[in-house]
T-cell receptor
Framework: SAVISQKPSRDICQRGTSLTIQCQVD?????MFWYRQQPGQSLTLIAT?????????ESGFVIDKFPISRPNLTFSTLTVSNMSPEDSSIYLC????????????FGQGTRLTVV | DQQVKQNSPSLSVQEGRISILNCDYT??????FLWYKKYPAEGPTFLIS?????DKNEDGRFTVFLNKSAKHLSLHIVPSQPGDSAVYFC???????????FGTGTRLKVLA
């Protein structure tokens, strides 16, 4: 298993500002993932962050809006830039151990409210 | 297009009875399915999984059934306990891929 520490756990931000969410894993992992859960919606994958390469973004998500860093095998950050109320969501980082197709482990999430 | 659907947003069950949570999918390339449980202010935690080569997987009080022809899976919790009250997500992925597609979740409430 993996233990994931994510912070902040929640924040209230002014529109137009940016927030950086940090994700720390207790073991080295190749792939880390960032999800968003909007109110009443499913978890939606934003991007995959591999150490040493650019993040891979899913359809509908762009690097300018959600820049991601992955400086080493245990840490990643997601920035939500130029926020608007529509960005109010829970953001979760996740890791998967193994080659793929196995269970994923999630951080506790960051509840973001943009006012 | 919602590839993984949980059509019941909520479910209430009496303690000790069976809880049945359902999930439908549309993509026939999915071959691995997982259930996650989520408590408020916590990230989802893995519960149980099943690969497409099986039609049933059991772990204690939790059993997942897969009906490939119907593209349907279900999670059975027997007996249900108040601590099982949470939101349950089903998720699906294709062979060897890392991408999970999640359903919208079903909120289970187990009444004491």
């Amino acid at each position: 298993s993996a233990v994931i520490s994510q912070k902040p756990s929640r924040d209230i931000c002014q529109r137009g500002t940016s927030l950086t969410i940090q994700c720390q894993v207790d073991s080295q992992v190749t792939m880390m993932f960032w999800y968003r859960q909007q109110p009443g919606q499913s978890l939606t994958l934003i991007a995959t962050a591999n150490q040493g390469s650019e993040a891979t973004y899913e359809s509908g998500f762009v690097i300018d809006k959600f820049p991601i860093s992955r400086p080493n095998l245990t840490f990643s950050t997601l920035t939500v830039s130029n926020m608007s109320p529509e960005d109010s969501s829970i953001y979760l980082c996740s890791v998967e151990l193994g080659e793929g197709g196995g269970e994923a482990f999630f951080g506790q999430g960051t509840r973001l409210t943009v006012v | 297009d919602q590839q993984v659907k949980q059509n019941s947003p909520s479910l209430s069950v009496q303690e000790g009875r069976i809880s049945i949570l359902n999930c439908d999918y549309t993509n026939s390339m999915f071959d691995y399915f997982l259930w996650y449980k989520k408590y408020p202010a916590e990230g989802p935690t893995f519960l149980i999984s099943i690969s497409s080569i099986k039609d049933k997987n059991e772990d204690g009080r939790f059993t997942v059934f897969l009906n490939k022809s119907a593209k349907h899976l279900s999670l059975h919790i027997v007996p249900s306990q108040p601590g099982d009250s949470a939101v349950y997500f089903c998720a699906a992925s294709g062979s060897g891929t890392y991408k999970y597609i999640f359903g919208t979740g079903t909120r289970l409430k187990v009444l004491a």
